[in-house]
């Protein structure tokens, strides 16, 4: 199986940076995926990397270090509308993927 | 960019009926489709990967007679929950792939519930 851990809650103020850890082990790996879902709706796409390294997209960055299966998403200048869940998602040799519980994330005023 | 639409978005069933729920590529073709499902303040769990023209492949715990999966064509996979009871209520998530596998596009979600 696949083991994923990431932070359950995490609590900001509006324009404030978070960055939501993950850390996996998984059969093979072929890439991380980072979704947002909010609830009652399917998760939305926000990031992939398969390469070391940062990729950095507006407000979203995501980090990646295969060789300490550990991945980062960090969100800059918070507005409310990212209160959400925020999932990490490897992929594994079969492109399954693969979901953590989610980091709940909200963003007070 | 590529849609999945998933219909219907929510359901009400009597328990022991059975329910279809219909999972679109509209604007790709879909090699693979994965067929998730979520419970409240939970993550989504895969329930089983559907290759077109081939049978879908379950994860571990998920019962193939119950949970029939049929992916007829490269736009089109369906899940039928087969004699549904109030514990198959839950969030049923499609997603879908053109082979590029650089992204798995996820439908808007069916929302089952068993009386």
């Known amino acids: 199986g696949q083991n994923i851990d990431q932070p359950t809650e995490m609590t900001a103020t509006e324009g404030a940076i978070v960055q939501i850890n993950c850390t996996y082990q998984?059969?093979?790996?072929?890439?991380l995926f980072w979704y947002q879902q909010h609830a009652g709706e399917a998760p939305t796409f926000l990031s992939y990397n398969v390469l070391d390294g940062l990729e950095e997209k507006g407000r979203f960055s995501s980090f990646l270090s295969r060789s300490k299966g550990y991945s980062y998403l960090l969100l800059k200048e918070l507005q409310m509308k990212d209160s959400a869940s925020y999932l990490c998602a490897p992929w594994d040799n079969d492109y399954k993927l693969s979901f953590g519980a989610g980091t709940t994330v909200t963003v007070r005023a | 960019g590529a849609v999945v639409s998933q219909h219907p978005s929510w359901v009400i069933c009597k328990s022991g009926t059975s329910v279809k729920i219909e999972c679109r590529s509209l604007?790709?073709?879909?090699?693979?489709m994965f067929w998730y499902r979520q419970f409240p303040k939970q993550s989504l769990m895969l329930m089983a990967t559907s290759n077109e023209g081939s049978k879908a492949t379950y994860e571990q715990g998920v019962e193939k007679d119950k949970f029939l999966i049929n992916h007829a064509s490269l736009t089109l996979s369906t899940l039928t929950v087969t004699s549904a009871h109030p514990e198959d209520s839950s969030f049923y998530i499609c997603s879908a792939t053109d082979g590029s596998y650089n992204e798995q596009f996820f439908g808007p979600g069916t929302r089952l519930t068993v009386l």
């Open positions: 998984t059969s093979g790996f072929n890439g």
């Open positions: 604007d790709f073709q879909a090699t693979t």
